[in-house]
């Protein structure tokens, strides 16, 4: 069994900040690809960062400059740094992780979810 646990949402005033981090446990052989997604009320779920085993990076145009992506291999852990927080930011953030359990069983795994609201 694999799980991610997300922290640090919550609520933030337009042009803060918040961390967010997500830890997988359980039965990881190796961790390839992680991630961050949000959904907001009424909208699809989008990609926000992802970031390779490697340290190569992605982000979506609506927040490159404001947010960063690391990870630390050590942990098993990815961190989405938010700065310059704006009310459209505001969503249900997902943690994402392609793990695998063993040499032959590669799956996706995504985390619960963690609220950040952006409001004054």
């Given amino acids: 069994q694999v799980q991610l646990v997300e922290s640090g949402g919550g609520l933030v005033q337009p042009g803060g900040s918040l961390r967010l981090s997500c830890a997988a446990s359980g039965s990881v052989f190796s961790i390839n690809g992680m991630g961050w997604y949000r959904q907001a009320p009424g909208k699809e779920r989008e990609l926000v960062a992802v970031i390779g085993s490697g340290g190569s990076t992605n982000y979506a145009d609506s927040v490159k400059g404001r947010f960063t992506i690391s990870r630390d ?16 930011d505001t969503a249900v953030y997902f943690c994402y992780a392609r793990i695998s359990t063993s040499s032959l069983y590669t799956n996706n795994y995504w985390g619960q979810g963690t609220q950040v609201t952006v409001s004054s």
Avoid: F, G, P, R
């Fill in 73 to 88: 291999n050590a942990k098993n852990t990815v961190y989405l740094q938010m700065n310059s927080l704006k009310s459209d």
